[in-house]
């Protein structure tokens, strides 16, 4: 019983995942510019991850691989972040024009 | 020295859980490693006050990262429902916020939760000042209240 109830919560966190994921894929596409585009790779780098891997590790049979798939979550928190912050400053420095709502009230 | 002492602890557990076995041969080079490793970072003279960020009060940390946790949810599901919703449900803007936090480490962590949470991303920080872009005026509103800047600061405080 106890397992049933585990593979169920295991599986829905990865389908969720799975699905927040490819909602950040086509946000990609979908999104006008550049700045908010990063907006929706930012799903894929937060939530889809972190569910995907809360679903592994209900499913993973030892500590050491709880362990592993933690310092995974933890490496991604990291970069995630860096990289998004990364491209945005340096799209800001090369001068490329945001697509803004408020008639271009831009410092 | 405790500082040492902290990068061998942090080291160490890196090896045994990349590595999950506990022979004598992969224990010895796990200790050699670590050696090297804290060896060339004396070498390159990189221990000033901030190469070893854990100097927030840490029981306070565990508090605003569930906090955290819970805004990136919130913040999760926004984002993607516009992406459903389309071009036209979004409203992209770019504004400062002022940061109050004193040290840099605090600044950091204030920046990275802003680039962390989907819907706002920082794009520069200048002396206190940082230039956000937010895909939404909601998320902009949302950040302006400082609701997040205050928690951070908060931390700070020892």
Known sequence: ?107 | MSKIFGFVLILASFWLISSGMFKPLLLTFGAISIVIVIALIMRMKSKDAESYPIIMPAWRLPGYLLWMIGQIVVSNIDVAKRVWLGKSSISPTIFTVRATQKTDVAKVLYANSITMTPGTVTLSVREDVLEVHALTKAAAEELKKGEMDRRVTALEAA
Request: contains cysteine; negative net charge; charged residues 15%.
């Open chain 1, 1 to 107: 019983m106890m397992e049933m109830a585990l593979d169920i919560l295991s599986w829905f966190c990865i389908v969720v995942g799975g699905f927040l994921g490819i909602t950040g894929a086509i946000g990609l596409f979908r999104f006008p510019d550049f700045y908010s585009r990063l907006h929706a790779a930012s799903i894929t780098d937060t939530l889809s991850v972190g569910l995907i891997i809360f679903g592994l590790v209900l499913q993973s049979s030892s500590v050491l691989m709880v362990l592993k798939l933690l310092l995974l979550l933890l490496i991604l928190a990291y970069t995630g972040p860096t990289a998004a912050h990364a491209l945005a400053k340096t799209a800001r420095q090369e001068k490329l024009k945001p697509v803004l709502d408020d008639n271009g009230e831009e410092s």
